[in-house]
């Protein structure tokens, strides 16, 4: 039985005050197991990047509760939800956010030079994630030296570094092409099997559900749908990207 990395209850989020008050979030229940990917879709303004970034510890809820790991981010300081992010969560951006003066592996131990670690191991490990995306041979590579599929791999190698229990994502296949879409979707999909790592994905893009094991739809601050592989998702076949 695979264990809840991450879970939401009654999560609520309020954004703005007075007639510019927008409830973004209503009512959100959602358990994220390891060893799934999970995407979240729905039209802009539906809630989506709002739930990543309350999951991510980004924001704190209005009314309701996150847990991480059986942890209640609940009263926690902005210190303490810092370090509980930095230990559990591992983002990937639609715009990579490497630093384009660091080499690829120098990217990737950022992920663990925040947390301290600065010993030999860490570069050990850096090389270890690289490898898992299949980029060991650009670990000396410049950002500029990469394509946007390399690029965005070398992001995820940053956020399953440090041993992430949860990899949010938004949008990581928006700015790629179709043959780095595929990639980068083929290494996360590979990833998310690991049973203690829950992979939650926001997306407009519909090219990519064939990759998903379960399906969240999201509108005007709602879950309104929950599919998982299986007989809603069977008949689902990859799909080409459009060149």
Do not use: W
């Amino acid at each position: 039985m695979t264990k809840t990395m991450i879970e939401a209850t009654e999560v609520a989020m309020a954004l703005g005050e007075g007639p510019g008050r927008v409830d973004a979030l209503k009512g959100i229940n959602l358990s994220l197991a390891g060893g799934e990917l999970t995407l979240l879709m729905g039209p802009s303004g539906s809630g989506k990047t709002t739930l990543l970034s309350v999951l991510g510890c980004m924001l704190s809820p209005t009314i309701g509760t996150v847990q991480i790991r059986g942890r209640s981010t609940t009263g926690l300081s902005s210190e303490q939800l810092a370090e509980l992010r930095r230990d559990n969560v591992g983002f990937v951006f639609q715009s990579y956010h490497l630093f384009p003066t660091l080499t690829a592996a120098e990217n990737v131990r950022l992920a663990l030079d925040v947390r301290g670690e600065h010993s030999p191991l860490a570069r050990v490990k850096a090389e270890k994630a690289l490898a898992t995306v299949g980029l060991s041979h650009k670990a000396n590579a410049f950002p500029r030296a990469l394509s946007g599929g390399e690029q965005q791999r070398v992001a995820i190698a940053r956020a399953i570094v440090g041993d992430a229990s949860v990899i949010l994502a938004d949008e990581p296949t928006a700015a790629l092409d179709s043959e780095n879409g595929q990639a980068v979707m083929t290494v996360l999909a590979e990833i998310a099997k690991y049973p203690a790592r829950a992979m939650f994905i926001v997306t407009h893009d519909p090219r990519i559900m064939p990759f998903a094991d379960r399906i969240l739809r999201i509108e005007d601050g709602r879950i309104v749908s929950d599919q998982r592989r299986g007989a809603n998702l069977s008949a689902v076949r990859p799909l080409k990207y459009a060149s």
